[in-house]
């Protein structure tokens, strides 16, 4: 079985601060980990993913995350926040290869203050 | 290239009514997937088509959804009959047939279930 937990539905910074946004997995088998970006009203769009590659992955925006496995986490950072990342980010995982189902975590809404 | 198109975006029926959503992934994909989004919520799997075949429909409420893949392209996803808390957002996904397993979504057709 599969889980993702994300600390903290709201997180709150003002433009030009470090986004953290944080996730912690459970999987019974090397998983891949995904964040994804859902802005009002759209669709899930894909920042980064963990294909058991890199453990420091780079995503699009300026996203990054890092997978550790000794911690469980996924934590999805930015050096600089802009007042466009406002959205939700959702963390979700999968049991790797096969084009299995995602299973998310219930998600982080980023709010940006100027 | 064009994304996953979902139609309608948006839906207002009254209970007791059934409801189809219409689902066209990227061309190539044969993975197809429908989630369910609840308000606040990350999305949750429905049902998982490779191609034409459901593979993975355990999550489906089976007395009142149902979906279809006709020739492993389009897919239709039916609620017979609509209930007030079915009210969610529902997500169609695909997946190329090789590479890992990201997924790319649609917009989403938001039901209001009266």
């Known amino acids: 079985a599969q889980s993702v937990t994300q600390l903290g539905s709201h997180v709150s910074v003002s433009e030009g601060a470090l986004v953290l946004l944080r996730c912690n997995y459970s999987?019974?088998?090397?998983?891949?980990l995904f964040w994804y970006v859902q802005y009002p009203n759209q669709g899930l769009q894909l920042l980064l993913k963990?294909?058991?590659?890199?453990?420091l992955v780079k995503g699009i925006n300026g996203f990054e995350a890092e997978f550790k496995k000794s911690e469980t986490s996924f934590h999805l950072t930015k050096p600089s926040a802009h007042m466009s990342d406002a959205a939700e980010y959702f963390c979700?995982?999968?049991?790797?290869?096969?084009?299995?189902?995602?299973?998310f975590g219930s998600g982080t809404r980023l709010q940006v203050q100027p | 290239e064009a994304g996953v198109v979902q139609s309608p975006r948006y839906k207002i029926i009254e209970k007791k009514q059934p409801v189809a959503f219409w689902c066209n992934p990227i061309?190539?994909?044969?993975?197809l997937y429908w989630y369910l989004q609840n308000l606040g919520q990350g999305p949750e799997l429905l049902i998982r088509?490779?191609?034409?075949?459901?593979?993975?429909d355990s999550q489906l409420p089976k007395d009142r959804f149902s979906a279809e893949r006709l020739k492993g392209v389009d897919s239709t996803l039916k609620i017979q009959p609509a209930e007030l808390g079915d009210s969610a957002v529902y997500l169609c996904?695909?997946?190329?047939?090789?590479?890992?397993?990201?997924?790319?979504f649609g917009q989403g057709t938001r039901l209001t279930v009266v």
């Open positions: 061309s190539g994909h044969n993975t």
């Open positions: 979700a995982v999968s049991r790797g290869t096969g084009r299995r189902a995602l299973t």
């Open positions: 996904a695909s997946s190329p047939p090789t590479g890992d397993t990201e997924a790319f």
């Open positions: 999987s019974s088998v090397p998983p891949y």
């Open positions: 963990y294909t058991s590659a890199a453990t």
């Open positions: 088509y490779e191609n034409e075949e459901a593979v993975d």
